[in-house]
């Protein structure tokens, strides 16, 4: 696996049990997963080199981020390497412009959006879009950094030009009227078995995912839609092992956010709250192994994110009062907690969502920066049973 961020941290547990030998390329030997796997090679995954240093001793390479040379791996590939997901999958999620090329091509429900280089004819652009409008940076972006709501042209010109002077496209695209933001886990082995993880609510706060809500509490109709969608999305994107499909929620369509090739956070709920989790079948789909059952193990389940708190205490400090919490599964990634950074997630599966999102909130709460706008918790919740 490329990189060794918590999302290779993650997949090393699952590999544990199937022992799979799973080795890492991390780009410092204190990354989050580097810190508990004996298998690790320093380098760069941005240099073509350090790729093709480690393909050279991995019967298959897969990838815990995206920041990887694409044209160094095309070659790689193209010299006998195996890489699940290919280059040619991975770009769609390394570049928004080429992302949204293609699924417009296919057909996909999408935001209104244009593709632009520099800002001629922005303002026209922006006009028949309406403002404000959302512009997003074509690559390199994440959490909210890289999209910029503006409410005018001026403002509009302005992102652009930062933007095209850095070399860089922009997707201009309608606000969407959001109710709900979704997102749906997908999962290919290379053959095309496939399967599809229940549609989630990712409550996103600021441009940052707070809390997970499996399955999104929404109209089943809604959620087959989602569904299809996901499915079509795969299709186009060609992805063998996770791709995580984000979604919005308009109140009357559901329409492509953005993907990612990739475990995501959307599905780390299923570590404890599915059959199978996402890292468990995003390792047998890399290493083309029978996948296994995407369903639910309780009614909901609920993983709320762990975010450095403001004044910097460190999360394992509050541990023990996170783990006294009924229900409450905590995961912590091995990363400095500088404050507003995902250091770690919480998942509670239960019966009830507002308990288990209760019950998710108060261990975050120790161990972090507080889920905004969580109800307290009530009677005996925060006791462990
Ligand atoms: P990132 O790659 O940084 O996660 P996204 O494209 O997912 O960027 O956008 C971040 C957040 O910005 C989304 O989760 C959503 O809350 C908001 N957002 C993005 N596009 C739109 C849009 N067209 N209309 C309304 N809100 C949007």
Known sequence: MVGAGQLARMTHQAAIALDLDLRLLAARPDDGAAQVSP?????????????????????VVTFDHELVDLDALARLEAAGTTARPSAAALAHATDKAHQRRRLAAAGLPLPRHVVVADTDGLARVGDDLGWPLVIKSARGGYDGRGVWMVAGPDAAAEVVAQLAAGGTEAVVEERIDLRTELAVVVVTRPGGDRVVYPAVETVQVDGICREVLA?????????????????EVADVVGAVGVLAVELFWDGRRVLVNEVATRPHNSGHWSIEGAVTSQFANHLRAVADLPLGDPAMVAPVAVCANVLGAADGRDPLAGLAAALAVRGASVHLYGKDARPGRKVGHVTVIGDDLPSARRRAAAAVAALGDPVPGAPASTDGEGSAR
Do not use: N, Q, T
């Open 39 to 59: 298998r690790v090679e320093i380098g760069d995954p941005g240099s073509g080199p350090d790729l093709a240093r480690f393909a050279a001793i991995c019967d």
């Open 215 to 231: 399955p999104a509490p929404l109209d089943p109709a809604v959620l087959d839609e989602a569904d299809a969608v996901a499915r």
